[in-house]
């Protein structure tokens, strides 16, 4: 069973970037379709980006699209989020989640999931 770490989480100014990263272990991350979702104060969880088992094909929501890119490192067990020209709406706990199953925008799709990390963009 596979366990997901998230880290680079913090404060930003709007307009400013982030990278985050999710280390998995007890598993190879190869063997997950991974994706990142969030979720503000008040509001549902959301799907943010997916990327497939090789990295050979990515999704991103369409309020992150051309601001945020999905990549990863199975040599490194690592999938990371590259978030850029951040608004305030980003706002919210970014999540990193794997799945076996399916490659998926759903977060009921994925069955593991790490701790999450916070993102703060100030206004």
């Known amino acids: 069973q596979v366990q997901l770490v998230e880290s680079g989480g913090g404060l930003v100014q709007a307009g400013g970037s982030l990278s985050l990263s999710c280390c998995a272990s007890g598993g190879a991350s190869r063997d997950y379709a991974m994706a990142w979702l969030r979720q503000a104060p008040g509001k549902a969880r959301e799907f943010v980006a997916r990327i497939t088992l090789s990295g050979g094909h990515t999704d991103a929501a369409d309020s992150v699209k051309g601001r945020f890119t999905i990549s990863r490192d199975n040599a490194k067990n690592t999938v990371y989020l590259q978030m850029n020209s951040l608004k305030s709406e980003d706002t919210a706990v970014y999540y990193c989640?794997?799945?076996?199953?399916?490659?998926?925008?759903?977060?009921?799709?994925?069955?593991?999931w790490g701790q999450g990390t916070q993102v703060t963009v100030s206004s």
């Open positions: 989640a794997a799945s076996k199953r399916i490659y998926s925008m759903k977060s009921y799709d994925y069955d593991y």
